[in-house]
Structure formats: C-alpha cells, structure tokens
C-alpha cells in the first residue's frame, strides 16, 4: 500500500488491526471494530487514519493484492467482509458474504490459485472460495469437514480448525486442526482442493496445533501448539515428521497459559511465539538441521493476553496485541540476538485480536 505521506524510516508500515467487539466467553470484547494505523518506525508510534465500525469481531485479518479480509468470529451469521485499499490510506467496503458453519477464526488468499480459504473453528469446516479477477469470492465454497477428537474434552471434542494457507507457489494448502491434533495438507486443484489430505502429521496428543510457519523453501514448519505451550518442527517432505519440540514457557514458571501467535522473521531464521497467561514472546532460532530449535529466551510484553504479534515487513519491529490489557506496542529487535526492546509507548485499542501489516 503505496502512502506519500507514510515515514521512510526503518519499520514504517501501514497496519490493519481486527478486534473483538462482543463479549464471548473466551474475551470481554470492547473493540470497535477494525482499525487502520500508521506505524512510524522513527518514533515507534502509531496513527489512527480510519475505523470501521460496522465489522462484528473481526478477530482475523488478511491481504492481499489491494485486498483486505477479515472474518466476522460469530457462532451464527459468521461473515466474511472484504475491503479494498485505496493508496489513500483508507479502506473502502467492497461487501459481505455470509459463511457456512460456525465461529470463523482464520483467513487467507492464495494467490497464485486465486483462492481464498476460511477456517471455521467452532464447527471445524475449512472452506475454499473461488476469487474473481477483482478478488472478490464467487459462488459457494467448497467444504471440506473433518472428523476426529483429542484427549481434551474440554477443547477436543471435535474438529476445531485453527488455521489454513498455502504454500508459496500455490500447491498446496497446510491446516492446524487444533482439536484432532493434526497439521494435513490438501492438494490445490483447478476447482479447489483435493477433497482428502495428501499427508497428515501427527502432533503429540492434546498438544492443540494452532497455527504455523513455513519456511521460503516449504521444507520445514514451526507449528505453536496452544494446548501444550509448545514449538514443533516437522519436516514436510519424505521422511516427513516431527524434528524438535520445545516449550514457550519458562522451565520453573508455574501458571495458566495459551499460546497463541508463530511468526517467522524475513531472515528465516528467527522465530516468535506468543503467550496468553505468562504474556511473553518465546524468541528461537530455527535451524535447518539438528538441533533444528535453538531457544533463545524470552521477551516479557508487559500486557495480558498477546493474541497476535506481527512483524514489520522488514523485519525491524515486532508488533504485539495485548487482547485483554487493550493495547498494542512495538518492540525493535536486535538483529544480533533476536530479542526485542520495548519502543514508543503502548498505544490504547480496545480488544485488540489480529494484526495485518499490508503490504
């Protein structure tokens, strides 16, 4: 997104911000909807230039070619909005389509494919759209439903899909189902995707795969599993395969805790992890052989409940969304080290659930 009057210094970006706006029983949700801010990497602050008031918890976000998406997290009349972004840093609604299934979590566009993919965590469906050439979705989706159950009653019962994108040449689409302990990966064809998984790894039982990374060669993924509070690798090609896991906690710290958001640095080497209850980021290095997970500590955000970090498109700040505290704050990482220092000061929004620098 292309802004004249956007700063030139190192991190500077333009960001949209998804909040809750209901109260649901896993957030007391005060958000207003969807935000659009500038981010200054000279002063490590941020500018409101628009909110969107009609948008109902719009906990995920995603763009893509002059196209922003997000999903209305509701149990029923869940909806999908889509925007588009004007070089007039300002987001202008395009419309809405209403969503089969219940309590959409995750979205993302596949470009090369020109495919569009909602995951519904509630009723645990992954739903495949068509994309127009304006990028708008077409018709109904394709459904893809799962079947299964964890060891934790309380949170596997049943499917719950936390996740879904593709890889970067279009091929194929990797999902976290948090709820049967799987990451599968289902073939992309013409007219969707391969109705059954070509693979499907196993994570450790009630370990609650939420979301991954993959690395620029999709030979890797780092997966953050929200059950266990823990980082996996798994290895995508023959043998395919868990390599490391390690914890996103303190080895002596004691407590309740969710991890929540993974993101991999522009380098390809550092890797965040976010955690709702001991409110830190987990910093690694992912390797490309073993140890493959090196920890490298952690980075104390000074607000509960982090749903979502992102990091700037150049890598220079991380950015952390502190659900329950209702701020967001940047952090400049160190290059040297990967770990992070506190920059500017924390920036009040309500409910702040999904971070989306645009690109």
Do not use: K
């Amino acid at each position: 997104m292309h802004d004249p009057t956007l700063s030139s210094a190192p991190g500077s970006c333009m960001l949209a911000v998804g909040t809750y706006t209901e109260i649901l029983p896993h957030v007391q949700g005060r958000g207003r909807g969807i935000h659009l801010l500038a981010f200054d990497g000279a002063t490590a602050s941020f500018h409101e230039r628009q909110g969107l008031t009609g948008p109902v918890n719009p906990s995920y976000l995603c763009a893509a070619a002059g196209r922003l998406y997000g999903v209305s997290e509701r149990e029923r009349d869940a909806a999908l909005e889509v925007y588009a972004i004007e070089a007039a840093a300002a987001l202008r609604p395009l419309g809405r389509i209403a969503l089969p299934g219940a309590a959409p979590c995750h979205v993302s566009v596949n470009l090369p494919a020109r495919q569009l993919y909602v995951s519904n965590y509630g009723s645990g469906e992954l739903l495949c759209f068509a994309l127009d050439a304006g990028g708008m979705p077409q018709g109904t989706p394709q459904v893809i439903a799962r079947r299964g159950a964890g060891p934790r009653a309380d949170r596997q019962e049943g499917p719950h899909l936390h996740y879904a994108a593709a890889t970067d040449d279009g091929a194929r689409v990797y999902l976290c189902d948090l709820g049967t302990d799987t990451i599968a990966c289902h073939r992309v064809r013409p007219d969707g995707l391969a109705p059954m998984p070509e693979q499907e790894l196993r994570a450790r039982p009630g370990a609650g795969p939420r979301h991954l990374a993959l690395t620029a060669d999709g030979a890797l993924a780092a997966v953050v599993e929200e059950l266990s509070n823990t980082v996996a690798v798994y290895a995508l090609d023959e043998p395919a395969g868990e390599r490391a896991r390690a914890s996103t906690l303190p080895r002596n710290w004691r407590g309740a805790s969710a991890a929540s958001a993974i993101r991999l640095h522009p380098d390809g080497e550092l890797l965040y992890a976010a955690n709702r209850g001991h409110d830190s980021v987990a910093v690694y290095r992912l390797r490309r052989a073993a140890p493959w997970l090196e920890p490298v500590g952690f980075i104390d955000v000074g607000g509960r409940a982090p749903r979502d970090i992102a990091l700037t498109p150049d890598g220079a700040f991380l950015l952390v969304a502190s659900q329950d505290d209702h701020f967001i704050r940047a952090w400049r990482i160190d290059p040297a080290t990967g770990l992070a220092h506190a920059q500017g000061q924390p920036y009040p929004l309500a409910s702040p659930a999904c971070l989306c620098p645009l690109p």
